[in-house]
Structures are given as structure tokens and as C-alpha cells.
């Protein structure tokens, strides 16, 4: 079975969503479209399995649900929807200083309480980071609901400095890295409270997340880079 997530259609969604309907979500239709309330209830199910609560149907959770892969997944560097480079790589990918351009998002988004009327970023993900933004909007039941889950606390992106306690330069720098309610997605705090949801939206574009760090995890983080 490949990876599943929000957005996705299909056989194996189908068979995921016929799995949770027989095993404590019986409101789950299988219709091989993978929603919101699939996205929902497969998060439920994985925090009451101690697995990772991301909403996404891995590898890890297939296995935990007893179901036996028929072929191995290629790596996700060969199914990412778009060519980020290798961290070391970047400059050389997005040159400095950056060529910038402007993303409105499809909700409204805060900065500091402030309502911002458009995101920074370089013009090469600047088209990913919208359907990023759209995939959040869509992913959520309501705006109350996308407003609940902090989904909108904008805390940056474009930003020309180095990593912390570090000579390097930050993806912030190339105006290929965001971040999000860093309030409540602190360094060092793991998964942070950061939505399954928003986190799916993400990883579906190929962003890396500072959530999935060893070490010096940064839940607030998301990054077009390997």
C-alpha cells in the first residue's frame, strides 16, 4: 500500500477508510476519498495506537493495522511533487541574495494580532506554498475550526539571517522556509500542538518539518529543502 493522505483518492484509501469503519469510526464511509473526517479519525486512531498523530497512513501505520504491503514505497525523494534541494545545496538552488515575490493566503492569516495582506517568499515556491495554503483552508470543516487550531498564526517566512548559533544561512534567508504559531510550537518540543492537518498539507508538497527533527525539534518549521 503507498502512503495516503489528505486529498488523495483510490484503492487503498478505500481500504483504509473500510478499516476505520469497522474499528471504532463507523460514521466512516469509504467513498476512496480521503477528507477531512477520514484525516480526523485517522489521527484519533494512531494517538490511541502510540503512533505518530499526523493523520497520514504510512508505512509504520499500515503495519500497525495489520495490513502487509505487497511491494517496498520508493524513497520519498522520488515521489516528492517538487525538486527541493539538499540543505547544503540551496544557495546554489534558490541564489542570494533571492529573487522574491508575493503569496496572498486564501484565509486570513495574523502576524502578532495583525492581519497580514500578503507572504514573502521566493518566486520558486511561491505556487507551492499556495496550494499549501489552499489545501489548509480545504482541509479544515470551517474557518472557526481552521481559527481553533491556530492554523493562522503567521510567525514569518522571508527573513535574511542565519540558523541559531550558526554561521549558516537559514532557509528564512532565501525566502524558502515559514513558520507558524511558534507560541505553542516551540524549540525542543517535539510534535509541538501543530495540526495534523496543516502538517499534511505540507508534507504533501514535499516541505521538510522541524517537527520531524532529531534533536532540536522546531514544530513552527517548514522548509523547501531535503
Known amino acids: 500500500m503507498k502512503t495516503i493522505q489528505l486529498g488523495d483518492t483510490g484503492t487503498d ?16 464511509t469509504a467513498d476512496a476519498i480521503f477528507g477531512i473526517r477520514t484525516a480526523e479519525a ?30 517496498p514505497e520508493p524513497p520519498a525523494e522520488a515521489t516528492a511533487p ?12 534558490y541564489g542570494y541574495p533571492p529573487s522574491l515575490t508575493q503569496v496572498e493566503p486564501p484565509f486570513p492569516m495574523f502576524f502578532e494580532g495583525q492581519k497580514i495582506s500578503a507572504i514573502t517568499c521566493h518566486v520558486k515556491v511561491a505556487t507551492s506554498l499556495r496550494r499549501v495554503l489552499q489545501k489548509i483552508k480545504d482541509g479544515f470543516a470551517s474557518a472557526d475550526a481552521l481559527h481553533a487550531a491556530r492554523a493562522d498564526v503567521y510567525d514569518g517566512m522571508y527573513n535574511d539571517r542565519n540558523v541559531r548559533g550558526s554561521s549558516h544561512r537559514s532557509m528564512h534567508a532565501y525566502g524558502a522556509a515559514i513558520d507558524l504559531d511558534a507560541e505553542h510550537n516551540a ?40
Open 187 to 226: 524549540f525542543y518540543s517535539g510534535h509541538g500542538t501543530m495540526s495534523p492537518i496543516v502538517v499534511a498539507a505540507f508534507k504533501s508538497e514535499g516541505w521538510r518539518w522541524g517537527g520531524d527533527y532529531s534533536g532540536r525539534t522546531d514544530p513552527m518549521h517548514f522548509e523547501c529543502c531535503r
Open 42 to 71: 485517522t489521527a484519533e486512531w494512531q494517538s490511541g495506537h502510540q503512533l505518530f498523530a499526523d493523520g497520514i497512513v504510512g508505512p509504520k501505520t499500515w503495519a500497525h493495522a495489520g495490513f502487509v504491503d505487497e511491494a
Open 13 to 28: 484509501v478505500q481500504k483504509w477508510q473500510a478499516f476505520l469503519a469497522t474499528h471504532g469510526f463507523p460514521s466512516i
Open 82 to 93: 517538487n525538486p527541493w534541494p539538499l540543505e547544503a545545496d540551496a544557495e546554489a538552488f
